[in-house]
């Protein structure tokens, strides 16, 4: 907490010791068990929780047998995406995946700012030696928010993208919606706010994109762009021009 007012740990007390030991009250050991709700949630997320969503991206991709895709995300493989966009090719698809999990955690936990000025963001240069149209699909998941500037790679992602081909970014955001919907009721804003009260960085300073920020990004460089929202899940698309 940043306005001195005590956080949710520091009314752990004798009641709570005779329980858990006084390791609950290390600020160490609480920091350790806040990161340790937050990482790791994702794959559960997505393959328990967001499998209508899981589909609609698929959908959107519009994969065919023999497709090259480009995947840039989080927790890539553990959350299934491959497997499961391989099945959609009929196993006959070529993919890449650029994981950038361990990056997007020591960003947030090193304090790591873009030149856009958010919180864990970076300049991608991940796809500079790709040639033009190389992709016949790609797929942004749990990275949005780590580019430090849409409106470039944007442009860079659509270059490697065929024409007539589809562009998917899907996030289940850490942003301020989060915030938001907590606040509904007060246990879960307590949770979230005893989940980051030691993470060592605040949940305002999480980055984030708005839907409007990723249309705007991508304007005149893909056609029938699309938003969706549904449970904290924001997912944008778009098809660059033949």
């Not at 160490?28 to 990482?39: N, P, T, V």
């Not at 890539?76 to 990056?103: H, L, W, Y």
């Not at 190389?134 to 797929?139: L, M, S, T």
């Amino acid at each position: 907490m940043t306005d001195g007012k005590k956080n949710p740990w520091d009314y752990m007390g004798p009641a709570e010791t005779a329980i858990l030991g006084d390791i609950v009250l290390d600020p160490k050991e609480q920091a350790r068990w806040g990161r340790a709700m937050l990482f790791g949630t994702l794959p559960y997320m997505w393959r328990e929780k967001a499998g209508v969503i899981r589909e609609m991206i698929y959908d959107k991709l519009a994969l065919k047998p023999g497709d090259k895709v480009l995947i840039i995300g989080e927790c890539v493989e553990v959350c299934g995406f491959p497997s499961d966009m391989q099945e959609r090719m009929n196993g006959q698809g070529e993919i890449d995946v650029i994981d950038i999990t361990a990056k997007a955690r020591g960003a947030y936990m090193e304090g790591i700012v873009g030149r856009g000025g958010q919180l864990a963001t970076w300049k991608w240069t991940y796809t500079e030696s790709v040639p033009d149209e190389h992709y016949d699909a790609i797929a942004v998941l749990q990275a949005v928010q780590h580019t430090d500037d849409w409106f470039e790679t944007a442009r860079e992602l659509t270059r490697i993208l065929k024409p007539g081909r589809s562009i998917v970014l899907a996030e289940i955001m850490l942003g301020p919606n989060i915030l938001a919907s907590a606040s509904i009721d007060i246990h879960i804003e307590a949770w979230v706010e005893k989940i980051f009260a030691r993470m060592g960085w605040d949940i305002e300073k999480f980055p984030y994109y708005t839907p409007e920020q990723l249309v705007d990004a991508f304007s005149g460089i893909v056609e029938k762009p699309g938003t969706f929202l549904w449970k904290g899940i924001e997912v944008f698309w778009g098809r660059k021009p033949d």
